[in-house]
């Protein structure tokens, strides 16, 4: 079957989807997105998702293209067209096409919309995430406003590149001062060997991820000592365990990070109990 996207309030073949040329997207990175998990053929989160998506476009003064009702109705309506029951619907707004200048255009200018949904390997992600992944550090080297998701990622394209020539899954984004921020693509956890799980605060320096939310839920049940706060590569070198997690792939253990096994090498089992927890926890929607 053909795939389907969404291109400012048209359902068009896949092959034929396209923008116009002076698409501020296109010309300036001068837009947003939201990668939402689908399952069941039903949105995960989706509320998170909308919600970070407002605060995304009021960061940048950007409008939203149309209400939150309305955009559900498409979302689902493109899940449905493409026939998802596991997979994933990518969403970006723009601020619109104009003729090429630094500067905003006039008010006028409608904010551009596209969206597309396609199918997951569920049986693939599963097996990831009992054989952990590897990680690679690199130097932080984004502007300071990661906080928006922007689809300004070339620094996150030029990270994620180096984890694969390096035969990794993912990379680590290390600050000057040494710790770890984030990943390409995930947010980065740990485990200490006193068993507290640590992650960076998300007034500094990350993306608020809508998974790390939903596992920050999962946590207030005291079952686990949790600490927001930076960690140092040498933390992470030492931890008992350590963790990424994404709209994606949810939680996945990593079992390396530079080359040197994290605790025994293999996935730990708070990884894969939050794991667990969190496909339990995140129901469709």
Known sequence: MSRIAYVNGRYVPHREAGVHVEDRGYQFSDGVYEVCEVRASRLVDAGRHFDRLDRS??????????????????L???VRRNRVV??????????????????????????????????????QRAARAQ????VITVAENRWPRVD???????????????????????????????FVTEGSSTNAWIVTNEGTIITRSANEGILRGVTRTALFDILAD??????????RVEDAHAAREAFVTSATQAVLPVVRIDGRPVGNGAPGPVAMRLRGRYIEHSEPT
């Not at 990622?153 to 290390?174: D, I």
Request: aromatic share 6%; net charge positive; hydrophobic share 50%.
């Open 76 to 78: 689902n309506e493109l």
């Open 86 to 123: 596991d997979g994933l619907v990518y969403l970006q707004v723009t601020r619109g096409v104009a003729p090429r200048d630094h500067g905003f255009p006039p008010a006028r200018v409608c904010p551009a919309i596209v969206a597309t949904a396609r199918s997951v390997d569920r049986a």
């Open 131 to 134: 054989h952990g992944i590897s």
């Open 222 to 231: 005291g079952r686990w000592a949790l600490e927001e706060r930076p960690f």
């Open 57 to 74: 476009l009021a960061a940048l003064r950007i409008r939203s293209p149309m209400s939150r009702a309305a955009l559900t109705l498409v």
């Open 148 to 178: 928006i998701k922007s689809i300004a990622l070339l620094p996150n394209v030029l990270a994620k590149q180096a984890a694969r020539e390096a035969g990794a899954y993912e990379a680590w984004f290390v600050d000057t001062a040494g």
